[in-house]
């Protein structure tokens, strides 16, 4: 079992649809998660980061842990057709040796249509 | 005015050709990293340098050398490049514990 999993999809929705993106992951110690967003032949961007669990609301998007669960999600309200990217999912312990290395899940690749 | 810089953007090359590839920030991080992402899109890190000093080397050939001349650039080269290193290489930098911002990517293909 891979310590993070996410369907890698493509999921496929309308345009203003409510969209929800999940990782499970196996590692308890995991404390800080991550969202990104990599848009075709780009890099990840930093879209949404919570420590612990509860949730976490930036304009259209919710981002959600359940550590009980060991399961994490983002939530999009009002899908536009600029939200079609690829969502990673990621998460670290505390530090690590100076750096804060994140384990990634394998992205979801969501499409809006219009 | 790009934060993190890679160089070049595409790379096709022959087995057994050496090659570097070139990454610079100019966010004033400590730490930068270099990752592979292969064809199924996991993010996989290679190495991690903090101030200039090798922190982490995971599990990678040693035909994959990174080099950190100062804390802003960290450069990574590859001896006798294998097929299997086709992927596209991310390199990122952060201040932690802030997390990490990545470069554009170099899409590497040995040919």
């Known amino acids: 079992q891979k310590e993070v999993e996410q369907d890698p999809g493509p999921l496929s929705v309308p345009e203003g649809a409510i969209v929800s993106l999940n990782c499970t992951y196996s590692n308890s110690a995991f404390q800080y998660f991550m969202w990104y967003r990599q848009y075709s032949r780009k890099g990840p961007e930093l879209l949404m980061y919570?420590?612990?669990?509860g949730n976490k609301e930036d304009g259209r998007f919710t981002a959600q842990v359940d550590k009980s669960s060991k399961y994490i999600s983002l939530f999009i309200r009002d899908s536009q057709p600029s939200d079609s990217a690829t969502y990673l999912c990621?998460?670290?312990?505390?530090?690590?040796?100076?750096?804060?290395?994140?384990?990634f899940g394998r992205g979801t690749s969501l499409i809006v249509h219009p | 005015d790009t934060a993190v810089s890679q160089t070049p953007k595409y790379l096709v090359t022959q087995m057994g050709n050496d090659k570097s590839i070139k990454c610079e920030q100019n966010?004033?991080?400590?730490?930068m990293y270099w990752y592979k992402q292969d064809s199924k899109k996991f993010l996989k890190i290679m190495f991690s340098y903090n101030n200039k000093e090798l922190i982490i080397n995971e599990t990678v050939p040693n035909r994959f050398s990174p080099k950190s001349p100062d804390k802003a650039h960290l450069n990574l080269h590859i001896n006798s490049l294998e097929l299997g290193d086709s992927a596209v290489y991310f390199c990122?930098?952060?201040?932690?514990?802030?997390?990490?911002?990545f470069g554009p990517g170099t899409r590497l293909t040995v040919t």
């Open positions: 966010l004033g991080h400590d730490t």
């Open positions: 990621a998460m670290r312990t505390g530090e690590s040796g100076g750096s804060y290395i994140p384990t």
């Open positions: 919570t420590y612990s669990s």
């Open positions: 990122a930098s952060s201040r932690p514990p802030s997390e990490q911002y």
